[in-house]
């Protein structure tokens, strides 16, 4: 069932395409933003919850490809698919050097890899409405989840107290390559939403669920590293030190993510209208990863 399109702003649509990067994490210090663990355990949480989530989406986009009869738009999931394809690889990569560096996130990515997996999943259910409910509701909760990726997609890209602070060069390249694309495709979700379905109250409930999920996750991710940092006595993780690097800048700040609320949940919503293509294909013209893996491409061609 297709609905009403909130209107897009046309400008802001590119064509979508994998770009396969690698990143060297020898020099990385476990902590990559100096001085403040919980700020680079509270974006390493990332690490642990993008591989098996961008998992998820991309085998719930390849069921939902046959529900899609817009040539653009299927073109789009499928450039989709292959930037998440990559998402994931890039941020697994990670996982290995943070063992190396005393910090073992497997006990944190087993309770995830269930959640995606296994509570998210495909289930057992007769063909047809039951069925197809069950996949609108995943698709709708990857829109709601997408609005969060792009969300923090342009915060990374603006996130210059992060700069000022001596963080990472490589680990401030994935995120911002990372989060550049997410602004890029940040249509792609909404979009095949409204193609598909559309409800307004699936949209809300769906919405409801994702964000819960993601503050629940995002908590104890953190938790779990500040808990398990071998270099920290004491490690806890609280709001007031959320809030507290919110104000820094070197997190998202709580009015912002207060705000997004309200926006995902306005009836004229559509998420071109929020973020900047144009920024963000300008920082993939001067990544690092992005511009090495160009080159290996140009050679291969």
């Known amino acids: ?14 064509p979508l395409k994998a770009r396969k990067v690698s990143f060297a994490w020898e020099k990385t210090p476990l902590h990559w933003v100096p001085g403040d663990p ?10 642990l919850l993008l591989p098996a989530g961008e998992r998820w989406f991309i085998h ?16 789009d999931v499928i450039g989709f698919i292959g930037q998440e394809a990559v998402h994931s690889q890039a941020h697994d990569d990670v996982l290995p050097h943070l063992r190396e560096l005393g910090l073992d996130p497997t006990p944190y990515t087993a309770q995830v890899d269930w959640f995606f997996e296994k509570l998210l999943g495909d289930r057992t259910l007769p063909p047809g409405r039951a069925s197809q409910w069950w996949l609108m509701e995943r698709v709708a909760t990857i829109a709601a989840i997408e609005h969060y990726t792009a969300f923090l997609g342009d ?14 060069p490589t680990m401030l390249d994935l995120l911002r390559w990372h989060g ?37 996750l995002w908590q104890r991710g953190t938790r779990f590293f500040m808990e398990n940092d071998p270099t ?21 700040s709580t009015g912002a993510i207060l705000r997004s609320v309200p926006s995902y949940l306005s009836r004229s919503y559509h998420p071109s209208q929020e973020g900047s293509t144009a920024q963000a294909v300008e920082y993939l013209t001067r990544s690092p990863a992005a511009l090495a893996a160009e080159t290996e491409t140009t050679k291969g061609a």
Do not use: C
């Not at 069932?1 to 590119?14: D, F, G, I, K, L």
């Not at 919980?38 to 690490?47: A, E, K, P």
């Not at 602004?183 to 307004?200: C, K, L, P, Q, T």
């Not at 920290?232 to 998202?252: C, E, I, N």
């Open 1 to 14: 069932m297709s609905n009403t399109q909130p209107a897009a702003v046309a400008s802001e649509r590119t």
């Open 38 to 47: 919980f700020t680079t355990h509270t974006i390493n949480v990332l690490h």
């Open 60 to 75: 719930v986009y390849r069921q939902i490809l046959p529900y899609i009869h817009d040539d653009r738009l299927r073109e």
């Open 155 to 168: 915060w990374i890209l603006n996130a210059d107290a992060l700069d000022r602070r001596g963080a990472d």
């Open 180 to 216: 550049a694309e997410e602004v890029e495709h940040r249509s792609v979700a909404f979009d095949v939403f409204m193609h598909v379905d559309g409800g307004y109250r699936r949209r809300v409930r769906t919405w409801a669920a994702a964000f819960s999920a993601l503050v629940f």
């Open 232 to 252: 920290l006595l004491d490690g806890k993780a609280s709001f007031k030190a959320f809030h507290a690097s919110g104000k820094r800048g070197t997190l998202p």
